[in-house]
């Protein structure tokens, strides 16, 4: 009698047992859907076309605009005698900053203060903030032009950064001398999202005019392409949350493998004291 009733028994949790596992296994399963970027009713869709164009966007025009802050690269050539040249003899010395950018090597760049101005030599400050480096170099040409002979100016930026928090591979700052990044580009440069990020919802933390803003992207959506947010501004930080099956795959999962384990063991020790 207490053989059945604890064979009953035993079946019956057993039942239990699976159903809860089914349970946390397909609550846990990860939809394409919700995986793929730039969706547009294409997700498992077979024969799509190979041979067209199916869609086209047009991508806002952007240039980023220097800020207080920001170091930049300036380097002049020209035509003028070295011992003439005051400006290519003194450009290593300019600002005396450095800049590493991915510790790889350390470039020479001028520090933007906080009225928007670098020094030169002779010539004095010069008012760089709010405007492209081209409009930089295009400015920088006509004033040394007055001093030197067939001058060629070169401007970079050297410390465009941003941030990438939350379910990235690589999670923490970035720091490049290209200032023209899309926010896919970023993710890219952050090691890609995991497997269990919420591409639907990333959030956006925008420094502008001295505040800071906050938006939510949706990345599973190809019509990002339009937005206003395409392109990474410079000190923007992105939060990507998690979907809600991370608990379950990340800790429920292993948790019940120990509960499952220790059951079995339970059962087994009572039917060899049986």
């Given at each position: 009698?207490?053989?059945?009733?604890?064979?009953?028994?035993?079946?019956?949790?057993?039942?239990?047992?699976?159903?809860?596992?089914?349970?946390?296994?397909?609550?846990?399963?990860?939809?394409?859907?919700?995986?793929?970027?730039?969706?547009?009713?294409?997700?498992?869709?077979?024969?799509?076309?190979?041979?067209?164009?199916?869609?086209?966007?047009?991508?806002?025009?952007?240039?980023?605009?220097?800020q207080p802050?920001?170091?930049?690269?300036?380097?002049?050539?020209?035509?003028?005698?070295?011992?003439?040249?005051?400006?290519?003899?003194?450009?290593?010395?300019?600002?005396?900053?450095?800049?590493?950018?991915?510790?790889?090597?350390?470039?020479?760049?001028?520090?933007?203060?906080?009225?928007?101005?670098?020094?030169?030599?002779?010539?004095?400050?010069?008012?760089?903030?709010?405007?492209?480096v081209f409009?930089?170099?295009?400015?920088?040409?006509?004033?040394?032009?007055?001093?030197?002979?067939?001058?060629?100016?070169?401007?970079?930026?050297?410390?465009?950064?941003?941030?990438?928090?939350?379910?990235?591979?690589?999670?923490?700052?970035?720091?490049?001398?290209n200032n023209?990044?899309?926010?896919?580009?970023?993710?890219?440069?952050?090691?890609?999202?995991?497997?269990?990020?919420?591409?639907?919802?990333?959030?956006?933390?925008?420094?502008?005019?001295?505040?800071?803003?906050?938006?939510?992207?949706?990345?599973?959506?190809?019509?990002?392409?339009?937005?206003?947010?395409?392109?990474?501004?410079?000190?923007?930080?992105?939060?990507?949350?998690?979907?809600?099956?991370?608990?379950?795959?990340?800790?429920?999962?292993?948790?019940?493998?120990?509960?499952?384990?220790?059951?079995?063991?339970?059962?087994?020790?009572?039917?060899?004291?049986?």
């Amino acid at each position: 009698m207490g053989f059945r009733i604890f064979n009953a028994l035993n079946f019956s949790s057993m039942k239990y047992f699976i159903l809860l596992g089914g349970l946390i296994f397909f609550g846990s399963c990860v939809s394409n859907k919700k995986y793929v970027y730039l969706q547009q009713d294409d997700v498992n869709v077979k024969n799509l076309p190979r041979d067209s164009v199916v869609r086209s966007y047009d991508l806002m025009q952007y240039e980023y605009k220097v800020q207080p802050e920001d170091i930049i690269s300036v380097r002049f050539e020209s035509l003028t005698p070295e011992d003439f040249d005051f400006l290519s003899k003194n450009q290593s010395s300019l600002g005396g900053g450095n800049n590493a950018i991915n510790g790889n090597a350390q470039l020479i760049g001028e520090l933007v203060d906080r009225n928007g101005e670098i020094p030169f030599p002779f010539i004095g400050k010069i008012k760089v903030a709010g405007m492209t480096v081209f409009e930089i170099q295009d400015k920088l040409q006509t004033i040394v032009s007055q001093y030197l002979e067939s001058p060629v100016v070169k401007v970079r930026l050297l410390n465009f950064r941003f941030t990438v928090l939350g379910e990235a591979n690589k999670e923490g700052a970035v720091i490049l001398n290209n200032n023209r990044v899309t926010l896919l580009e970023a993710i890219g440069w952050a090691g890609g999202l995991t497997d269990l990020a919420d591409k639907s919802n990333i959030k956006l933390i925008r420094q502008q005019n001295g505040q800071s803003t906050v938006q939510y992207i949706n990345l599973l959506q190809e019509n990002f392409m339009n937005s206003p947010y395409y392109y990474i501004n410079q000190n923007d930080i992105l939060i990507v949350p998690a979907l809600k099956q991370r608990p379950y795959r990340k800790y429920l999962g292993q948790n019940l493998a120990l509960v499952v384990s220790t059951l079995s063991l339970l059962i087994l020790v009572i039917n060899l004291t049986r």
